[in-house]
């Protein structure tokens, strides 16, 4: 049974987000609060305040994965129930990828150790439900795969350091379900926009293409022209929070699907939607590209299916 977005489903109950003011965090808590939650925010302060508006309608609780007491206190003083994770290692404004690259010590401590931490602390607690966010970079080179989309069943081959936190991750929580009868179900995320998006990569690249048409700049992207999958932070919280309380079995990794577009589509669709755009396309071939992804499994488990197609998400993030 999944219960619906929207629905005051949680009656004011605990849950604890690991992660809450970065990106995909903040939208979570904001999900959470939609939902009828109290957000138990947990993790390093951060210059950046995205939750201001929302001030009174959560708590905050500081420390970090790596200090498993701190974890096991939190989860004590908030009985918190459920606990969603959105962590991971950034090494000030460069993507998740390139801080796995730039500081491939911190990225294991964070998001291998520091999330078995997690698991362990709320094994002990006995805690209903860990979601967190896993990638869809665990797969490898989109050539390896002769069919595409591919499915949860399909080889994963990371190329990148942070991709292979990500598979380490994975094995750990499947060790605690397997071993331990822990709830515990990873998302694997595509490319996330959306508001408040703050560090650099890819996606920042086509943020600022949105950023440029509203303010009536130029813009020039220089990018591939692959099909590739994306979603917006809405979805993507949406997802973790239908997930965290959807009543009954799971499985303990979902492909997370959104919508496929190419660099190409998305130009267009900004100049249909912001006549009189001026936005160029330098079109590279990609270092490196990924298998498009299927989100058939958790849409047959708890029919869950994004609400941004590539129109939408386009007059989303120019409104």
Not at 17 to 27: D, K, Q, T
Not at 31 to 42: D, I
């Amino acid at each position: 049974m999944t219960i619906s977005h929207s629905s005051k489903a949680f009656a004011g109950a605990p849950v604890l987000v690991v992660g809450g003011r970065g990106f995909v965090g903040s939208h979570v808590v904001r999900s959470l609060v939609a939902a009828g939650a109290r957000p138990q925010l947990f993790g390093p302060p951060m210059a950046e305040d995205r939750l201001a508006d929302l001030g009174g309608a959560f708590d905050e609780h500081e420390g970090t994965l790596e200090a498993r007491e701190a974890l096991r206190e939190v989860l004590a003083t908030t009985q918190a129930r459920l606990v969603v994770s959105c962590a991971a290692h950034g090494a000030g404004r460069l993507g998740l990828l390139r801080s796995g690259d730039a500081e491939a010590d911190a990225a294991l401590a964070v998001n291998v150790l520091g999330h078995r931490n997690l698991l362990e602390a709320t094994r002990e607690a006995g805690v209903e439900r860990v979601v967190w966010t896993s990638s869809a970079v665990v797969y490898g080179p989109a050539d390896l795969y002769a069919a595409q989309p591919v499915d949860e069943v399909a080889p994963r081959a990371p190329v990148t350091f942070y991709g292979l936190t990500k598979v380490l991750a994975e094995e750990i929580a499947t060790y605690h379900v397997r071993r331990h009868g822990q709830s515990v179900v990873g998302l694997r995320l595509p490319l996330v926009l959306g508001p408040g998006l703050w560090y650099e990569g890819v996606a920042a690249g086509l943020m600022g293409l949105f950023e440029a048409a509203r303010t009536g700049r130029p813009a020039r992207l220089v990018f591939h022209n692959h099909a590739l999958d994306l979603m917006h932070v809405n979805d993507a919280a949406a997802a973790i929070v239908d997930v965290l309380r959807h009543q009954g079995p799971l499985e303990p990794v979902y492909n997370l699907e959104g919508f496929q577009a190419r660099a190409s589509e998305i130009v267009a669709d900004i100049g249909s939607l912001r006549p009189g755009a001026e936005i160029a396309l330098d079109v590279i071939e990609p270092p490196l590209l990924f298998p498009l992804i299927s989100g058939a499994r958790l849409r047959a488990d708890i029919g869950f299916a994004a609400r941004y197609d590539r129109r939408a998400f386009a007059a989303a993030l120019l409104a």
